[in-house]
Structure formats: structure tokens, C-alpha cells
């Protein structure tokens, strides 16, 4: 049988110890053991025939006035050969108890003749000298009385005085054992046999002494009992004993890389190839971790709880950029016990120092802790986390350089990974779902208790890493939903309406090579490749009606008048196939490609950037025009609009270069400064962009630009400054303090950007990104691989035919104000009166008949209006009424202000409806009537009436 499967006794009985020890983070609990088997009565051993001995027993380690922080039991070969005692175990008891605590020998040990075993007990509070063992133990021995026994099996003892033992030594009180027990010990005493250990008559009174403690170890000079000292070297362990903070070292790696060493540890946490152990005392030292990480390669054959001790060979495992020290190739496994329950250690993100010093460690991570990044979340079973709030991607913030890189470390101190703690992939049930599905970015966990590790936070070893926390139990895991689907578009307000999409490889060839027309295969998306090498997006027809499924009704609910779009393929046919799509279920002839370039093939790129508009709200003034300079991968795309009212504008649509695919040297590498690579390139790009609105400017003279799309470039990075900084304005970052439409490595930030000419920005009302994407697990879209049915193993398919997930960027949103008239209510009027035309009339304190005229009107209400205002001619499919003001007023910042009770409207009279406020809700203050709409109901009225 071997040391694994021995059954161990059981420990049913209540351990009662004259001796307290401090054990931080310790408590044992009562383990399940086996029975005894039957023991031969303890037979008489005569110094010329004996060989294994206890030489030494020492108890008060740790105590008050004890020099030494352990007890100890000190064993010696008295004999002429040398023993093999492997699987052997030092046993102890109390002074009159009958339960043992079994402390293994390891299976490879063998003592030469002469040589000394030190076996290093439990420690105290007390004491300020380190033993250096040969055996590493935990029990807690009585300074005063007890019993001490060593036996050649690791089967437990029973009685207060059983038989069967080796040697065995009582102390003090105890029930006598070999004849009399030794004199009482004390915290400065120990029991020490006679002749260095040489002599035993089986009378421990007259074979011990009691004197200070003197231990000795495997590297103490060898004794030949019968004769003076052999002057022969020590003799070294071949393998040696460490503590596990010893192996950890306080460096980042371990100072015994390579090297064989044998250590003991309690069972934390078991994964699918290896597990976490733990010393259950560490050394008082804040820089060495008191854990570290087993790896077996196979499912591990322990327990969780286990005291163990085994051999390994000390690495460091590489990924994400740094490295973990783990034991490796786990041999001469020695269960010491069982039932162990250590303490984690409670941390708060950001730790002084840096987490590396709790690698391996049982820690418990305090809450709330916020989600960053769900993307592997499906496939590794991994949740980025973060303490204090969302992480925000520097360069979105702050310019490269100082700041950016303060940023950037400070983003990595607060941010931490809950990983699963299996190598599979793509497990069913998936991960850390929470109780409503996949977490969104922004959801938030509560405190988590697991252990520590390190490793790659991307799809590759390569990419960047970050410290991790496997929790040991995740359905203990509690979740909140803090940050939840967005049911709607919020309002942007303006009479016109723009946005920019990044769709994800919209494609209607596919990857198997075949296309949305039924019997055309082989189909290639570039010239000169086929179709796998060049196609991207959905892998065959399935896939792309769930894809267009999810656009489609991302688009119908933001309902602009014009869209920017990127990654269509460039192709004649997507972007009509996607038109026809969106009017099928929005009315036919509701939207159109964007005349001339924008419905053909442009530049040589598998994609490319089209647009889309409504022919009924917005005429095309002219074709579409690209900007063909050979910098663009992409080529720009612009088309000139004029609305009904004669008010013009010009949308540019752009996709910049990509910050992937990197080079490793000249201007285009990744200068570290956290812009990523391709930055000189698309410097380049902006500034031809500049060159080319000024060309459209003069040819159109509309001086009005919107340039939207994905600019990959975040906010503060030199592409986008060298807009702003040249009369350009930024206007997501205008009305959004923490603006984002896309999540990469645990920081959000945007990619995708709405930037105006200084002539069009008075006229943005407001911008904002739809979060429906970057905040949503991966698993959600349409992708039918590694999930079920198609992977029988994998979780099921979580894909609805929604919005969310319909890319990975967020579609952002634009309100132009393309009004006629901007009137402002005179502080002394009583009444105002709008044009025949579409009229911005913005209305202050006091009571006012108000009046649009003809036309599509918006009635704007600041901050100090109080109510009192008659609308005499409200149309519902036209006019607007702009609350913002009077939220903001109010401080009331919630999503949607109808459902949630702030904003109502209910009948006045028998013709009228009345708009109230109530400025909390459900709460005491009284609702506050503000506008009466004549001859309107609250029927005919719609969420797209307002602008909050």
C-alpha cells in the first residue's frame, strides 16, 4: 500500500493541551480517520541491540522565556546500520489522553548510523531562534507533560499507554510509558537522553535528563555510540527541507530555481492539474508568500485541507509578462493529516507593494470589486475585476506621458482576475454568470476568498498579465446588477439625429466560402486569396442572419436619420443587403445606401467604410466622395445633406489604422507610451483627413463637418489631438465625463469618436455612446462555435435576437440642432411665438403661452424653469419638449425618468395633457405640474417626444 493509501485512524476525541500556541491563521479541526490495527505490547530495546531512538523532546517552544519558536522531537540511530524509516511517524499525545497526532516521516528517508533526525513541532508566540529541521510537523506538544512515540507505520496509536511503538517517551504527569516518566519539563527545559543518545535501559526516568535545549539535526556531526565523536563531514540531506516562504523568497523569483527541495503545506484550493498549499504558520515576513502552487499535469490525488508533505522541483512559470513560482513534477507525497482549515488574510485593492508577496496565499479580496472585462469570461472562465470603480483606458484621459503611465499603474494595482482555476476551455456551466446570466462591465462582485496567482489576462502567454484569485468557493460569490442593459437609445435631442457603428466583419461572403445567394460557393473577398485567408464575419448563412439579426435591431432602435458605418465588406452587396434588412422591419424605402461611392467597392481592403440614410428625412446632396490618397487603408467617405428646412451639413465616415499586427522597429512600432503601434500612420491619416474637409468644405461650402467612425485612437492620443487641437471639438468628451466604446485589456475607452467642425459644434446638442457592446460578454453574439449544440461539452447557447452584443464597439449617437430659428424667451415675455419653419425655443423662468408654428420644433426648458408653461400647438410626430435642463436642475440623473416616476403626464381637463416633474419620485416632495399641451393626449405622445 502506499503512503497515499494508508487509512488514516480516527480522531474522534477533543485534544486538551496544557500549552497554548499562537497559530495565525490556523484551525485544526477534528479529521476523519480509520481504526487502529492491533499493536504487539512494547518490547524491551538494550542499547547493544538498539538503532531508532528518541534522543530529545522539547515542548515549550514558543512559550514565555523559551528561546526556540517550536517544539521539537529529536530522533538518533543508536544502531551500526543504517534504517530506512519512510513511511515511519513521530506520534504525540497528552499527558493523559489517548488520542495521537501523527506526524509522517517521508518515504525516502534513511538515517545513518550515529546520525540525528530533528522533527520541528508547532510553534508559539514566543522565542526568537529558527530550528532548521529535517521533518517539518504541527503539533502542538505540552510544555510540562505529554507523550511522544515513534512508530514504523503512519497508522495512529490508541490508549493512553498503547503498545506497538518503536520508542516512546513520557514526560512529567504523563502516564508512564517505558517505565517512569522523565522529570516535568518547562519552556526552557527539554528531556535529553542519556550518551548524546546512546543509552536506553526502557526507563525513560533514568535514561533522560532534563536540561536546557540543544537540538540537532541531519547535519550535525555523526556520533558512533560506544566511542568518541567519527570526525567525518556532516551528512546533508540530498533533498532539502524548506519551508514554503523560503522556496517564495522575497524576490520575484524563487531563489531555488531548478533545485529539488521538500516542503510542507495545508491544501487550499485543488485544480483540474495541480493544487495550492499553504504553510500553516509563515515567517512574519511581509515580502515572502507562505503559499505556492503544486503542478501535477493530472488531476491531483489530494484533498483539500490536507496537511501534506512532499518533494518538487522549484520553476517559475511564465505568463503575461512575469512569472509564478510553483513545484513541479510532485513526488514522495506524505498525507500528515487532515481536516485543516487556514484563515485567509484580508487585502483591499490596491495593496501596498504589489500582490506578488500573496502568491499562492488565501487571502480574502474586500468588495465591492466592479467588472471590466467579460471577454474570456466563456472560454478561460476569467472575469476582470477592479477595486474602486471601472478602469478607464490612460490615454482616454490624459495625454501620453506622465499622467497617462501614473494612470496606468494605478489601473493595474486596483485590478485583479477572477479565474475559475481550470486549464479547460469553454466549460459548461460558464462561469461566474450571476443570477441574471453573463455580468456586464460595470456589474459589481462582492468580497472574494481564493487564493492568489498570476497569469496572462489575453488569448495568448504573451499578452499582458495580472494577478489573479481563484476563489474556493464561487457559489459563495454574490453579485450585484449595477450597471444594466440599456432598454432604449437615450435622447440626444436636436431635430436630426446621426450615429456611427462599427458592425464587425458585416459580411455576405462567408468564411466557408459561400454567400447570401444560395449556390454560389468558392467566393473571395479580396482579389488574389480565397475565401478563408480574406473573408471575415460569419462562418456560414446561420450565422449571418443572427448577425444581421442583432444589427438590424441595434439600428431600428437608434433610428438616425444618417449612419456612419466600418467593417462592411467591400463589396456592392452588404451594405444593400443590410439597408433592406433594417427596412424590412422598420417600413420599406425608411433607409438607403448613400448614392455613388459609398454602395461600391473602395480602396483594396476586405472592408470598408459605408453609410446609410433616410431619403425622407435628409436629401443626399450630390454622390458620396472618398478621399483616395494612398495613407487611408481605408478610404474616407463623405456625403453633403441637406434637410427639408434648408439646413446643411456634411458626415465623413472613417476608419483609421488598426493598432494590431505590429511591427518591431521604425516609426510604426509601439514606442511605449500607450498608444500602441501604427501611431505614426495614423498621424498620417489625420492629417490628410484635415486636408481633405477642407476640400469638401470649399467645394460644398458647407463649413458643417461631423467626422465620425472608429479612429483607433483613444481620446487623448495624437491622432485625435491634432483635431482638437486645431479648432475640431470633441463631443463625446463634451457631454460624457468618462466616455467609452470599447473594452481591451480590463479599460474602457473610445475608439469611435463624433468630432465636429468649431461651426457645427453650438448645433450638437448632445452626444453620447449606446453601451450595448463593449459591456457584453462575448458568448452573446451570433457565433454558433463553443457553445451548444454544435459543442456538446460546452455551455448552452446564450445568443437572442437583441441588440446586445451585435458588435464589439459601441454605436455612438449624435442630436444635431439643424433648427431655423433659435428663439429665447425674453425674461419678461408672457408668450412667444415660433416661425414657419423648424424653431429651438428655449423657455427660462416664468409663466408663458408658447406657440411653434409650423415646422418640427423643440420647446427647450432650462434649469430655472419652474412650470407654468401652455404649449398652444404640440404636434406629437414633430415637436419635441427638452427636459434636460430641468433634470439637471433637480440633480435627477437616472436612465429613463418616465419609468421611473419622475416625469408623467396625465389629463388636464377634457382636451389636455399635463407634463409634471415630481423630483423624487416615490418620495414625500409633491409632483410639480410644469406644461400644459393643448388639445394633445398623453396617448399620442411617445418616449421619442422627449429629451432628458
Known sequence: MGVLDIPLPSLIATLMLTKTHALPMLRRLTAALAAAIPLSLLGHVSASHAAMVISQVYGGGGNSGATYKNDFVELFNNGTSAVAVGGWSVQYASATGSSWQVTQLPSSMVVQPGQYVLVRMAAGTGGTVDLVPDVL????????????????????LTGAAPTGAVDAVSYGSATALEGASTAVLSNTTAAMRAGNGCLDTNNNASDFAVVSPQPRNSASPILACGGAVTPQPPVTPTVPLLEIPAIQGAAATSPYVGQVVRTTGVVTRLTNNGFYMQAMQGDGNDAT?????????????????????????????????????QLTSPTDIVVQGAGYNLSPVAITLPVVGGLERYEGMLVTVTGPLTVNQNYFQARFGQLTLSAGGRLETPTNRHRPGAQAMAQAADNANRRIVLEDGTSRQNVNPTPFTGPTGALRAGDTVGSITGVIDYGPSTATASGPGDYRIVP?????????????????????????????????????????????????????????????????????????????????????????????????????????????????????????VAPGAAAGVIGTDAIKVSMIYKPGKLQAVGMSQIDASPVNSRPTLAQTFRAPNGESFTLVVNHLKSKGSCPTSGADADQGDGQGCYNATRLQQVSQLRNFVSALQASSGVSDVLLVGDFNAYAKEDPIHALTSNGYVDQIGRFN??????????????LDHAISTASLSPKVSHALDWHINAD???????????????????????????????????????????????????????????????????????????????????????????????ITDFTPNADVIGLRGVLQGLRI????????????C???????????????????????????????????LSRSNYIF
Open 472 to 592: 474556493l468557493n464561487p457559489d459563495a460569490l454574490s453579485y450585484t446588477i449595477t450597471h444594466p442593459r440599456p432598454t432604449y437609445v437615450p435622447s440626444v435631442g436636436g431635430n436630426y439625429k446621426v450615429a456611427s457603428f462599427n458592425v464587425l466583419n458585416y459580411f455576405t461572403t462567408f468564411t466557408n466560402g459561400e454567400t447570401i445567394v444560395n449556390g454560389q460557393t468558392g467566393q473571395t473577398c479580396v482579389a488574389g486569396q480565397t475565401a478563408a485567408a480574406s473573408c471575415r464575419g460569419a462562418s456560414n448563412y446561420t450565422e449571418f442572419v443572427r448577425q444581421r439579426t442583432k444589427i438590424v435591431e441595434a439600428l431600428s432602435k437608434i433610428d438616425a436619420d444618417a449612419v456612419g458605418l466600418m467593417e462592411v465588406q467591400n463589396n456592392a452587396v452588404a451594405a444593400q443587403n443590410l439597408v433592406d434588412a433594417l427596412n424590412a422591419k422598420v417600413g420599406a424605402g425608411t433607409y438607403a
Open 289 to 325: 508568500s507562505d503559499g505556492i502552487y503544486v503542478f501535477t499535469s493530472t488531476a491531483p490525488a489530494v484533498s483539500a485541507g490536507q496537511l501534506l508533505q512532499l518533494s518538487g522541483t522549484v520553476a517559475e512559470f511564465a505568463g503575461g509578462g512575469s512569472t509564478v513560482t
Open 776 to 870: 457584453e460578454s462575448l458568448a452573446q453574439d451570433y457565433n454558433l462555435e463553443f457553445k451548444q449544440p454544435l459543442c456538446a461539452t460546452c455551455a448552452p447557447d446564450p445568443y437572442t435576437a437583441t441588440p446586445y452584443r451585435s458588435s464589439d464597439h459601441d454605436p455612438l449617437v449624435v442630436g444635431l440642432n439643424l433648427y431655423n430659428q433659435y428663439i429665447t424667451a425674453p425674461v419678461t415675455s408672457t408668450s412667444v411665438v415660433g416661425t414657419a419653419g423648424d424653431d429651438l425655443i428655449t423657455v427660462g423662468a416664468g409663466r408663458r403661452t408658447l406657440t411653434g408654428g409650423a415646422g418640427r420644433d423643440q420647446f427647450a426648458f432650462r434649469a430655472d424653469f419652474t412650470g407654468g408653461a401652455t
Open 893 to 904: 440623473q437616472v436612465a429613463d425618468p418616465i419609468s421611473q416616476g419622475y416625469v408623467s
Open 906 to 940: 396625465a389629463a388636464s381637463g377634457v382636451t389636455d395633457a399635463l407634463i409634471s416633474v415630481d423630483p423624487d419620485a416615490t418620495g414625500p416632495s409633491a409632483r410639480r405640474p410644469m406644461i400644459v399641451l393643448k388639445n394633445t393626449t398623453c396617448d399620442a
Open 737 to 750: 465625463t468618462f466616455g467609452y466604446s470599447y473594452v481591451f485589456d480590463g479599460a474602457a475607452g473610445r
Open 137 to 156: 510537523g504541527s503539533t502542538a506538544m505540552a510544555g510540562a507533560s505529554g507523550k511522544v512515540a515513534l512508530v514504523s507505520s503512519a497508522v495512529a
